[in-house]
């Protein structure tokens, strides 16, 4: 994962981050992220993410956790240990419900959760560039990716004009790593020479 | 001010005084980053002894076996599953909040999430301790779970209420302490770049998973929190069902009641209030955080404290008029010569009036709103949900349907005690270390409600109900449809 240059912008208030976005984006600026500290309702709309489907996952691992149950359970009492309780039914089903039902919401909870993970690509240990440490406290950071035709003078003036207060360029590998950069990459700076 | 940050100033304000984002994670972080209070030292260290005393009685339950009990014929449950039942029911308060309330768009839960559903995991392990102990040879405790085994086959009985017990404590251990975790990679973020030291760098940073606040991340993080707050919330009324039906599944008079999983749930989040109170109540005094603590929220779970204690009151009513009604000789004697006297009559007028008469006072708004007397009541309602299950277990045990094996005396012996102080230790010094390296209040979730409901956003919501409908909708409609 190669390192790449971004402008990035500060925003203090949220509702000056919304508008800001919006315009950034119908002038044509690839958005690479925008960092908050806390989740703002329609951000991920207005910067054209796509939904989640993250549910989805989690209704197939429920579902998988209601199979195993019911498939175990049954497995046990009618062929590796055939038990007759008191000449009651072989599949007694609803005193399979209870576990039924906790390995439902087992294996739905753990594996949305490793999804989870997995999608935004986050483990113990992971580090990623951090564009603004106060963007877990009280700043609001767009970041714009700049490819070889951007003029880099023109998007911080840009992103001024739309109320940034604070405007730096960083340069940074803003991927997923385990804390240690790829010595095979080409770096940016190699890019353009 | 945007109309979407519109909220009546009818609703009391959730963060107190004059608060910025900034504010926030200064006030909730300054705790964990500044050296504890001497009081903290000796909350820890007494927690710690008990711990250790707890430790010593396991060992010499282990070593001599359940015989250190006091059990007997035919009470073959005492403070074990008393105790067991306690701990899972006030483990019940904090997913309730988090999950139910979550999902009801309940604000004032975001300032007493996060403490809530450390004390239910804390409490978890320590009611998961009881049965586990209790098997008495302890190192095949593995036999309950199901796996290909090589003893026969021999399984474990999917029929047996004991074994839904294993899967549901487990599973609800589980999908607590991912919940929990979940929604503090936010504040462990927070934390870590706004950590000074190496040590606190790499801790915070190795917690914190190398969240970053990617909108992305917010997006799927919401998705997540509300799917496991979906699940949760049957999750909550599944566990403490189940633990009821160790007792309805069972021929014992006064167990096996059909009233039984309402009536236990509702005592168990009766019980989780209440010691999410007496957390709270001395949480948001010794840190400091009473402005994020107010007493609209003490206020709000003393309300959800008088409607479960109502509703377990009820119950109370219920089983006497059934046992009666029903014309059971077995049931009748339970409750109306066992219970409501006879030698354990103490306890069950403790648990009367700890549970169905004393919480009738929260009815009054001025007593709601008082700390000192919500944390007296708080203590108040866990004894005597205590001794509720204390009776459901021993005074149904201690008459038999057979007077020759009626064993009327039962007492526990100070390693049963020690156990149950161990488990209090356990839990009480999980809670100091919580709150001394963790955020006891969700950052990101106040930040989240700052706008709409912290106190001087308020005051200009108060100007925007004294304008007039032509100027509200110039200043406000339009100006939205402007963006």
Not at chain 2, 105 to 133: D, H, K, L, S, Y
Not at chain 2, 162 to 176: K, N
Not at chain 2, 261 to 290: D, H, N
Request: proline share 4%.
């Amino acid at each position: 994962m190669a390192i790449k240059k971004f402008v990035v912008g500060n925003f203090t208030d949220e509702e000056v981050l919304f508008p800001a976005v919006k315009r950034v984006r119908s002038a044509g600026y690839k958005i690479h992220d925008v960092y908050t500290p806390f989740p703002i309702h329609g951000l991920d709309t207005a910067l054209g993410l796509r939904q989640t489907s993250l549910h989805t996952a989690g209704f197939i691992y429920g579902i998988t956790g209601t199979t195993t149950a019911l498939c175990g359970i049954s497995w046990v009492f009618d062929v590796d240990w055939l038990m007759n309780i008191g000449g009651k039914p072989h599949i007694p089903l609803p005193a399979m419900i209870p576990i039924t039902f906790e390995l439902t919401v087992l294996f739905a909870a753990v594996g949305m959760v490793y999804t989870f993970c997995w999608l935004c690509q986050i483990a113990p240990g992971v580090k990623k560039h951090v564009f603004n440490p106060r963007s877990t406290d009280d700043t609001f950071t767009m970041v714009i990716e700049c490819t070889e035709h951007t003029n880099v003078e023109e998007v911080k003036a840009f992103l001024h004009t739309v109320g940034a207060a604070d405007i730096n360029v960083q340069e940074a590998e803003a991927g997923w790593w385990w804390g240690t950069y790829d010595k095979e990459q080409v770096l940016y700076k190699e890019e353009l020479a | 001010m945007s109309l979407l940050k519109y909220e009546s100033t009818l609703r009391e304000p959730l963060v107190d005084g004059d608060k910025d984002y900034h504010q926030v994670s200064e006030d909730i972080c300054r705790p964990i980053e500044v050296k504890p209070r001497k009081s903290w030292y000796v909350g820890l260290s007494i927690a710690v002894l008990l711990l250790l005393f707890g430790v010593y009685s396991i060992y010499r339950d282990v070593t001599y076996g359940i015989g250190q009990w006091n059990l007997n014929r035919t009470i073959g449950w005492g403070w074990d599953i008393t105790n067991f039942v306690w701990w899972v029911g006030i483990g019940h308060a904090g997913t309730l909040i988090s999950a139910i309330l979550l999902l009801f768009r309940q604000g004032w839960r975001t300032g007493v999430n996060r403490a809530a559903e450390a004390m239910t995991i804390f409490a978890v392990m320590c009611a998961g301790q009881f049965p586990i102990w209790h098997m008495g040879r302890v190192w095949i405790a593995f036999f309950v779970m199901p796996y290909p085994n090589t003893r026969g086959p021999v399984w474990p009985n999917f029929n047996s209420p004991l074994l839904w017990d294993v899967f549901a404590i487990s599973t609800y251990f589980t999908v607590s302490l991912l919940f929990w975790y979940s929604g503090l990679l936010p504040d462990l973020a927070t934390l870590r770049d706004r950590a000074k030291t190496k040590f606190r760098k790499s801790f915070y940073g190795i917690a914190s998973f190398g969240w970053s606040g990617s909108t992305k991340h917010w997006q799927r993080f919401e998705a997540l929190a509300l799917v496991l707050a979906g699940l949760s919330a049957p999750l909550v009324l599944s566990v403490h069902t189940i633990v009821s039906m160790d007792f309805a599944t069972s021929v014992i008079p006064g167990w096996h009641t059909q009233i039984f999983p309402p009536y236990f749930v509702a005592g168990a989040i009766f019980s989780g209030f209440a010691m999410v109170q007496t957390l709270l109540v001395i949480t948001r005094k010794v840190l400091g955080l009473e402005d994020y603590i107010t007493i609209g929220h003490i206020e709000a779970m003393n309300k959800v404290i008088v409607m479960t204690g109502s509703i377990v009151g009820c119950a109370y009513l219920t089983e006497l008029f059934i046992a009666w009604y029903s014309g059971n000789p077995y049931e009748y004697a339970a409750f109306y010569k066992y219970r409501i006297a006879g030698p354990y009559v103490w306890a069950y007028w403790t648990m009367m009036t700890c549970n169905v008469i004393s919480p009738q006072l929260f009815w009054s708004a001025k007593l709601r709103r008082n700390i000192q007397f919500t944390f007296i009541m708080s203590v108040v309602v866990n004894i005597g949900m205590w001794f509720e299950r204390f009776v459901i277990i021993v005074t149904s045990l201690y008459r038999d349907y057979l007077p020759s094996s009626w064993s009327t005396f039962y007492r526990p012996t100070i390693w049963e005690v020690g156990f149950f102080m161990g488990t209090i230790g356990l839990f009480f010094t999980c809670y100091f270390l919580f709150a001394k390296y963790f955020p006891v209040i969700a950052v990101a979730e106040i930040k989240a409600v700052l706008k709409t409901s912290g106190e001087n956003y308020k005051r200009g919501m108060e100007k925007l109900e004294q304008e007039s409908v032509d100027e509200f909708i110039h200043n406000n409609v339009s100006h939205e449809h402007g963006h």
